[in-house]
Structures are given as C-alpha cells and as structure tokens.
C-alpha cells in the first residue's frame, strides 16, 4: 500500500480538536507496547458500505499512523481493530454481530488489542445499548459526526481502561486537515459535502448522517490541487447528493460551477462524482459535464424504481416519465455518455405492475451497471411503519426478474464497444489472472487486458476484443 500521509504539519497547528500532548502520550504507549512485543504496534481497518465511509476509513488510517500504529491486512495479528460500519440495510448490521463474535478469540490471544467500532450503525441508540449490554469486548464506539475524536477517545480508553462509547446528535462544523492515507497513488475520494436532507421514506441516511453541509470550495480546490502536486490524476467528489452542493453556503456556488473550478486544476486528468440524485440534476450539470473535458463521460443516476406510484411513496419527487425524459436529455447532450443506477426491489405495496413499471424504465434507459437491493426496513424511517403483506419469497421471485432484465441489458451496452478502443487506466494487476491489467474507461466500464504492471496509473488506449457482460477484454494499443 502506498502510504500517503496528506498533513504532516505539527499536530498542534491542525484545526481538529486533536492536542499535542494527546497524541504524544499515546505514542509514548505504542512505542513501549511495540518494544515489549518486539514489533510495531498494527492496526485494521475495515470499512463497509459506501464510498464516502471508504473515505472516513483512509482517514482513520491517517489518524492511526499519526499514533504510531502500522497498518496490517491480517487481522489476527492486529493491536488494534476497527470497523466503520454501515447500516443501510439490515445484513450491513448483522455482519458486524457475527464479527464481533469471533474477535473476543483475538481478545483472548491478545489481551492489549483495542476494539473500535464507528460509522453509520453507530448512530442508532438500540446498537449502543447492545453494545453496552452484549459486546463487553468492544472499547471504543463513535459515530458520524466526531471521526477527528479518535485520539482522545483512544487515549481515554487507555487510561481509563473501560469502554468508551461518544455518540454526537449532529454536527458541529467541518474537520479540514485529518491526516489521511490513501489506498491508491493515481485516484483519490474528496468529499465535496456530507449529510442528506432528502429523506426518501425508505432510507435511514439523513438519520444517521445529518443535515447537508458543504465545505469551501476553496478548501475543495486547495485539497484538489494537493492531490495533483502528489500524482493524483483521478478525483472522485463525494457526496450523498452532489447536486444540492453549496446550498448552505455564505457565498453560493452550484455543483456545475464546483466542476468547472475543479477541471482548471492542473496535473487532473479525470473528474467524477456520486451521488447524484435525479430530482434536481439541473441543465446547467449537463451543460458542465459536456463542456468540462476532464469530467467523464459517465453518471451514476440512482432511479431506485420505475413506477411512479413507488417513486411517490419513496418520497424521491420525479415520476416515470421525467427520470426517463431527463435521461432523454442528458443523451441529446452527451451522446456517449454511460449511466448506472440503483434499484430497490420489494417496497413495501410494491406490485407486479409496479414491477413491470421498472422493467420498462431498464429497457428504455440502456443503463451500463446497476446495483440492486432487496428492500430492507429500517426502524425509524417512514416507509417501515408502512404495512407489508408481500411474502418474501415473491420479493426474491421479483428481484431475479429484475436481475434478469438488467444483465440483458448491461450486456448489450458492454457488447457495444467490441472493436472500438477504450482508454484504460488500469488501477491493479488482476486477482484471477496475474497476466492481466485491471482498469477503467473514462465511461466506467471494467476493462482487463494482458499488460506490463508499470502502465498501472497511466492511460492506456486499449482495443476491445471481447465482452463479458459486466466487464470487457481488451489490448493494450501500445
Ligand atoms: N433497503 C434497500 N436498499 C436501500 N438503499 C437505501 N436504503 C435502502 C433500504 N432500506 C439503497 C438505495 C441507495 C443505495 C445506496 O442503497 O438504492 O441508492
Ligand atoms: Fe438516502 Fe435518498 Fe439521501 Fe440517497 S438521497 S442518502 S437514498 S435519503
């Protein structure tokens, strides 16, 4: 792994509530700890569900290596092991459990490992009060909102040696300058803003991530142009819905102007963002996304159903019609444009004919990729007081109906681009098959093809020979 700690100022001089004296005296007690086992003190950090918890991970990373800790990918020779959890749906939840179950044998083993545990699952009272209760072997617990206390809370389980569980109910300001660590030399995540106030009746995001708020889009361009001086050719802007970005701003600027700024930046080469939600993905973005020449040629556009009596009852303000007509639109501008989406099966009331509903939205949309879910209540959202006689099974029977639909069509977007040349930045040597590069198109698309590990990083022209439905195989025109 490439280590890449971003901020290496003084400790003291970071805005993130972190003190010197804190900092110091846990080194002082991973230095003694590493002597006494005669290695360095390692940490694991494991990170669930979506990109923007990826992201609080590398952060924590930042933090670790800032006490002196070294990462390892084993987890059973770990000092300390954390889990940023997710809680979108409830097998995100119950994955957790069962690891937990298995790390008291780590305990045992190792009597000084520090257990952690933070991110979204952390935000719901009932899990803190099983923590307390059933999961005695967990030290430390902390949630959305205070990432940048894991010093203190570190230091205080130390000292303290009991469990330690600071749980915020919102957020107080921003946290610029965490150090972070990067998992990859050429792409990097940067959130552009957090939170969501869109409340879709179906999902527990907004309950758990607060209320929208964006940073500066100085200190996005400062952390941008920090990358580029670093190699960084690729940025991803994150965000649960990019396009309401600077809404809450002193001075306002939009998402399409953020890209514009983002794309004078020197040294990028590719710009992309998630999340986008439809209902206010403007013309002006369209427009952005067409005339900035760093920013690809692909969109994730969540349409989570096709039937406008589900996108009703799921509170996501567009119909059928204009997610389908605003897809029109994006197309009549961008003509090679790929677009993804997600799609929830089995809301609660949902039919055969809502069914067919998005069956027809698939076929109409050409979508490239889609990531599907079977609808999983969460306490707390509206949609789970919603009564729901739908067994199961028919659920599952749907879903695979939908499945089918999707690979068909995935399948036939793939296909398209037989014989036509892609460029490729592959990103690793493949895991099947060490002979090959695995990388992405400017689209999105997963392209493999048999190259030298020294092109990792570099766009590579690559001619498609094949296709594989979710992935195409290539060679490398150079
Ligand atoms: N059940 C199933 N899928 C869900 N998602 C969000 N909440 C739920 C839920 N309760 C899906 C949506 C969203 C993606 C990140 O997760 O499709 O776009
Ligand atoms: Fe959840 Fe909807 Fe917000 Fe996305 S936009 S995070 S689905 S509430």
Not at 382 to 395: G, H, N, Q, V
């Amino acid at each position: 792994m490439n280590i890449n700690i971003e901020k290496n100022s003084p400790i003291a001089d970071l805005d993130t509530g972190f003190a010197e004296e804190v900092i110091k005296k846990i080194r002082k007690y991973v230095n003694d700890r590493s002597k006494m086992a005669g290695h360095p003190l390692r940490y694991y950090n494991f990170a669930m569900g979506c990109q923007m918890n990826f992201h609080d991970s590398e952060k924590i990373s930042g933090m670790l290596s800032l006490m002196g800790y070294e990462e390892t990918r084993d987890e059973s020779e770990a000092d300390f092991i954390i889990y940023n959890t997710c809680t979108v749906r409830e097998n995100a939840d119950q994955k957790v459990y069962g690891k937990l179950g298995y790390l008291k044998h780590y305990k045992a083993k190792n009597p000084n490992l520090i257990i952690a545990l933070c991110g979204c699952m952390m935000q719901q009272p009932e899990v803190i009060q099983k923590i307390k209760t059933s999961y005695r072997q967990v030290d430390i617990v902390f949630g959305t909102f205070n990432l940048h206390k894991l010093p203190e809370l570190v230091l205080e389980h130390l000292e303290s040696g009991s469990q330690i569980i600071d749980i915020w109910e919102k957020h107080e300001g921003i946290y610029e300058d965490l150090p972070i660590i990067r998992e990859n030399p050429y792409k990097a995540s940067v959130n552009i803003m957090y939170g969501c106030n869109n409340f879709c009746s179906y999902c527990i995001v907004p309950y758990v991530r607060g209320r929208e708020r964006s940073r500066n889009p100085e200190d996005i361009l400062k952390e941008i142009r920090h990358l580029a001086d670093r190699g960084i050719k690729e940025v991803m802007l994150l965000g649960q819905n990019v396009n309401s970005y600077g809404k809450n701003l002193e001075t306002k600027v939009t998402f399409p102007e953020l890209l514009r700024m983002a794309n004078e930046v020197e040294g990028i080469e590719r710009i992309r963002f998630m999340t986008s939600h439809p209902k206010d993905l403007s013309h002006e973005l369209i427009m952005a996304m067409k005339e900035c020449k760093k920013v690809c040629n692909y969109i994730h556009l969540p349409v989570q159903s096709g039937s406008s009596r589900i996108l009703e009852k799921m509170n996501r303000h567009y119909t059928k019609e204009s997610y389908t007509a605003l897809i029109e639109e994006i197309r009549k501008e961008i003509p090679d444009i790929l677009i993804s989406t997600d799609i929830i099966v089995g809301f609660p009331g949902e039919t055969d004919e809502d069914i067919e509903d998005t069956i027809d939205v698939i076929k109409k949309c050409g979508f490239c990729n889609a990531f599907t879910f079977i609808y999983s209540k969460r306490t707390g959202t509206p949609a789970a007081a919603i009564e729901d006689k739908t067994p199961e099974s028919l659920k599952k029977e749907r879903f695979q109906k939908v499945l089918k639909e999707l690979n068909e069509t995935v399948g036939i977007i793939h296909s398209q681009f037989v014989g036509k040349t892609l460029r490729v930045v592959p990103e690793e040597v493949n895991k099947q098959d060490e002979t090959l590069l695995t990388g992405r198109s400017d689209n999105n698309l997963l392209v493999h093809f048999k190259g030298d590990p020294v092109l990792i990083g570099r766009e590579v022209p690559v001619l498609i020979k094949e296709s594989k439905t979710f992935y195409l195989l290539g060679e490398a025109l150079i």
